[in-house]
């Protein structure tokens, strides 16, 4: 046998490679471990003092009731990154979330934590994945609504691996390798990561419920985003069409700059005294009072069948508008001395507030037909952005959605559809909204509603 012999300085030093896992693991692949496993070193309690442990190398918190929202948050800042974690949460907790890119300030509520949020949720509406704007501010930017297949991702009574990836203004969420959310937002570039301990609803059961983190860990450099998916995409910057809408088949509908592809409802050319285009806003032009100062539709060019159309809209106070589609042809180059309302399928986009507006003919129903499902969870306030959504399949369901919501569904042609052409204002209309393609129109006679990031995918 040959015996080597090393000196005592080399042996001591290859042990301690080994033993300390440097030349098994070097830098671990660029992951840095955010949670050691026994002690809350480089995090920090934020708002609501509940109750936070490590217990058998997991972050375990425990609601105290009648606090408000309480969070774990790391001292310190993230960009880009992608995050990787498990959690569990009891099914009488409220909810929970992990936040990220989040920020507490003095400036805003008295350093009230705010920012982005991906939802943990262990309640039937199956929530988990989505993406909240933390803090009193925009709510929910992406729900499951959207993407129904990820609702059942997430699994009660088991740990749950949770992915959020952030560059530049793409941020993607994942559950269990599943794809839940795509935000595209420029809101917040950077900021901490933090865990949440939720407040309590008056309903539930009286403190005591915990949620549970482990192996959390982050990498920030040498980073690069995950292959595309077919998902849905909310995207807030506007008229913007991020690289996965224009791979979903989406294209703009309306460029933000000119009025190119769009005409007056009656006639060849653009109706340039009625609408404007200003700030990347497409509005009506209204009188000092208010009032429109023209009072015309305008169409696109195009015809279109079966598709899916979304729409950014803001109210004024007193606004009243829609978007219909299915338009035929209102006589092209052909000038009247009378704009009459079109009779078409329409998005209702209206105050509320204003008095005689109910039923269907409040924000979101489908016009003079059927009224929309929302509540005061799915609205924004006047003078703050909302996403309409659109979407009419080739077997003729057509379905509507407003801040992630949906809100109203029917089928063109069914009984149902029927009953309600018959007793409405269109019964004497013969086949009322049931053209297999048409214009899609945006309404100039009430007052102003403003209109950006029209998007549109023609479905096959």
């Given at each position: 046998m040959i015996k080597f012999k090393f000196?005592?300085?080399?042996?001591?030093?290859?042990?301690?490679?080994?033993?300390?896992?440097?030349?098994a693991q070097p830098e671990n692949n660029g992951w840095q471990v955010l949670f050691n496993g026994k002690d809350m070193t480089g995090w920090r309690e934020l708002n609501g003092k509940h109750k936070w442990e490590v217990k058998d190398g997991v972050i375990v918190g425990t609601d105290v009731h009648g606090q408000p929202n309480g969070f774990l948050c790391t001292e310190k800042e993230y960009g880009d990154f992608?995050?990787?974690?498990?959690?569990?949460?009891?099914?009488?907790?409220?909810?929970?979330?992990?936040?990220?890119?989040?920020?507490?300030?003095?400036?805003y509520l008295n350093?009230?934590?705010?920012?982005?949020?991906?939802?943990?949720?262990?309640?039937?509406?199956?929530?988990?994945?989505?993406?909240?704007?933390?803090?009193?501010?925009?709510?929910?930017?992406?729900?499951t609504e959207l993407n129904i297949p990820g609702k059942a991702a997430y699994k009660n009574h088991q740990w749950n691996n949770y992915r959020i990836e952030c560059f530049g203004t793409t941020?993607?969420?994942?559950?269990?390798?599943?794809?839940?959310?795509?935000?595209?937002?420029?809101?917040?570039?950077?900021?901490?990561?933090?865990?949440?301990?939720?407040?309590?609803?008056?309903?539930?059961?009286?403190?005591?419920?915990q949620v549970r983190f482990r192996n959390i860990r982050i990498k920030t450099s040498n980073i690069k985003p995950s292959p595309p998916d077919e998902i849905f995409v909310v995207n807030t910057i506007p008229n913007n069409l991020s690289a996965q809408?224009?791979?979903?088949?989406?294209?703009?509908?309306?460029?933000?700059?000119?009025?190119?592809?769009?005409?007056?409802?009656?006639?060849?050319?653009?109706?340039?005294?009625?609408?404007?285009?200003?700030?990347?806003?497409?509005?009506?032009?209204?009188?000092?009072?208010?009032?429109?100062?023209?009072?015309?539709?305008?169409?696109?060019?195009?015809?279109?069948?079966?598709?899916?159309?979304k729409f950014d809209f803001k109210l004024t106070k007193g606004a009243n508008s829609g978007v219909k589609y299915f338009v035929g042809d209102l006589g092209q180059n052909k000038e009247t001395s009378k704009v009459t309302a079109v009779a078409a399928l329409e998005y209702q986009i209206v105050d509320?507030?204003?008095?005689?507006?109910?039923?269907?003919?409040?924000?979101?129903?489908?016009?003079?037909?059927?009224?929309?499902?929302?509540?005061r969870l799915h609205t924004k306030r006047t003078g703050e952005w909302n996403q309409g959504v659109i979407k009419v399949f080739p077997d003729n369901a057509v379905e509507y959605y407003l801040n992630g919501y949906k809100?109203?569904?029917?089928?063109?042609?069914?009984?149902?559809?029927?009953?309600?052409?018959?007793?409405?204002?269109?019964?004497?209309?013969?086949?009322?909204?049931?053209a297999p393609k048409g214009h899609i129109l945006l309404e100039g006679r009430g007052k102003s509603v403003y209109f950006r990031s029209i998007k549109i995918r023609e479905l096959k």
């Open positions: 000196p005592a300085k080399f042996a001591l030093l290859i042990f301690t490679l080994f033993h300390f896992g440097c030349i992608i995050l990787e974690l498990e959690v569990s949460i009891d099914t009488l907790m409220n909810n929970s979330g992990v936040q990220f890119r989040s920020r507490s300030t003095a400036d350093y009230r934590v705010h920012g982005y949020q991906m939802e943990i949720d262990p309640k039937p509406q199956k929530w988990s994945g989505s993406i909240y704007d933390e803090g009193g501010r925009r709510n929910w930017l992406y729900t941020i993607r969420t994942w559950v269990n390798g599943i794809p839940i959310s795509h935000l595209e937002d420029a809101e917040i570039p950077s900021g901490f990561i933090g865990l949440q301990l939720h407040a309590n609803n008056p309903t539930d059961p009286p403190g005591g419920n809408e224009k791979k979903n088949g989406y294209s703009l509908l309306w460029d933000g700059k000119t009025t190119k592809g769009w005409r007056d409802a009656y006639t060849s050319r653009f109706p340039d005294n009625s609408w404007q285009i200003k700030d990347s806003e497409l509005s009506v032009v209204v009188s000092p009072e208010g009032e429109p100062v023209d009072g015309r539709d305008i169409m696109t060019k195009k015809e279109f069948g079966p598709f899916e159309l509320d507030s204003m008095p005689g507006v109910t039923g269907n003919r409040t924000l979101g129903a489908l016009a003079d037909l059927l009224a929309s499902q929302k509540t809100i109203l569904e029917y089928k063109r042609g069914s009984s149902e559809y029927l009953d309600l052409v018959a007793k409405s204002k269109y019964k004497d209309i013969p086949a009322f909204g049931m």
